[in-house]
């Protein structure tokens, strides 16, 4: 009801501090990429964020505008959980700067766009949101700057062999400068010396606590619908690929192998960049079952976190990326 209420102020926003959804968003990116996750189990701990410095309170954007109904708004805080209230499925969406700090050049805004009536295109559709960033590239050591992300808010955790599908319908695009591409120009961005990368990040485990703490689950479970430059690399790729899966067209490669955190990362790799996706996803995760060895989830194992974002390592000059087409649909 308090949350009902809210809503009609516009946009529920959770500064970093209130939201543990926003905490492992945070660390979802570190385990990722091999980092120590900056939170410990219970997520009370935000020390050691960098510059994290999550402005809460108000509604936390810039430069809201509202016309016929649709508000844009703008995040270029480090760290910000955006909740949107909605008919449908809830989300949180993140601007997610965990590597940024007092020395990076550079900077990353998210806009988000929602509906003040709170009825997107279906049930499932999430607002839709861009990200135009630029940054250096960063140290070796410390290559990602930001994990600009969505994640599925009120499903999770679910057992794997209680879902039935998981249907996406997704449409991404990423361009260089500070407007929404139509399309994605690869040669533009190469050009650009962009690195990134465009996934789904998930995290299993069988215990259902674990499954939603990106620092404890055993296996992270990425599907990579694009990579641009050579710094954003699946765990695993110089290993070559241990299957492969052909779902609607579109053929994803799997590369393993375990993270700094000791984590199992199983990487589904799209062999060309694709940019529109519509399917069940769901035979990505049954498919690993069927592969021998301890660093495969079993069908007991739980979901606890269902993330889509990109990673943004470096950039010549802005890039914007952006999602006009998103629904994510768990079905049990
Ligand atoms: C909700 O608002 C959006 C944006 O103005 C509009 O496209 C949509 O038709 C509206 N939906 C309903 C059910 O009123
Ligand atoms: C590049 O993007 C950042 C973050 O969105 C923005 O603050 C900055 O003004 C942009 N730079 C230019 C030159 O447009
Ligand atoms: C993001 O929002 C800001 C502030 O309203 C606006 O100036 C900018 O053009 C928007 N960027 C995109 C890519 O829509
Ligand atoms: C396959 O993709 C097309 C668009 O490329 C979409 O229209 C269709 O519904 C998809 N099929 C399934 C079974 O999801």
């Not at 050691?48 to 016309?67: K, L, P, V």
């Not at 449409?171 to 990368?197: E, I, K, P, R």
């Not at 215990?207 to 699946?234: I, R, T």
Request: glycine share 10%.
């Amino acid at each position: 009801m308090a949350l009902r209420l809210l809503v009609n102020t516009g946009l529920l926003a959770i500064p970093i501090g209130g939201s543990v959804g926003t905490l492992l968003g945070i660390d979802a990116h570190r385990s990722a990429n091999g980092q120590p996750p900056l939170f410990t189990s219970d997520g009370n701990s935000n020390t050691g964020s960098g510059s994290g410095d999550s402005t809460g309170g108000g509604s936390g954007g810039s430069g809201s505008t509202t016309n016929n109904g649709v508000t844009n708004t703008q995040y270029c805080q480090n760290s910000y959980g955006i909740s949107p209230p909605s008919d449908g499925q809830l989300y949180t969406l993140n601007p997610n700067q965990w590597g940024v700090t007092d020395t990076t050049s550079g900077a990353l805004c998210m806009n988000v766009t929602t509906f003040n009536n709170e009825t997107y295109a279906t049930t499932q559709s999430a607002p839709g949101f861009s990200v135009t960033w630029q940054f250096d590239p960063g140290p070796s050591t410390q290559p990602v700057h930001a994990f600009p992300n969505i994640m599925v808010d009120d499903v999770l955790p679910i057992e794997l062999d209680k879902m039935t599908k998981v249907d996406l319908d997704l449409h991404w695009t990423y361009g260089v400068g500070n407007t929404v591409a139509s399309s994605t120009d690869s040669s533009s961005l190469t050009a650009d010396d962009l690195q990134t990368n465009v996934a789904i990040d998930m995290f299993f485990d069988s215990d259902k606590n674990n499954a939603g703490n990106s620092a404890l689950a055993k296996y992270e479970v990425m599907v990579w619908f694009a990579d641009f430059g050579a710094s954003a690399q699946p765990i695993g790729l110089s290993a070559g690929a241990v299957t492969t899966k052909t779902l609607n067209g579109t053929t994803f490669e799997l590369y393993t192998g375990t993270n700094a955190a000791k984590q199992n990362v199983l990487s589904w790799k799209a062999t060309e960049t694709t940019e529109e996706f519509t399917g069940d996803i769901y035979p990505l995760i049954t498919d690993l079952y069927a592969l021998t060895g301890d660093i495969y989830p079993s069908n007991s194992d739980y979901m606890g976190i269902f993330q889509f974002g990109t990673e943004a390592f470096s950039s010549d000059k802005n890039v914007t990326f952006a999602v006009p087409k998103l629904s994510i649909d768990i079905q049990k």
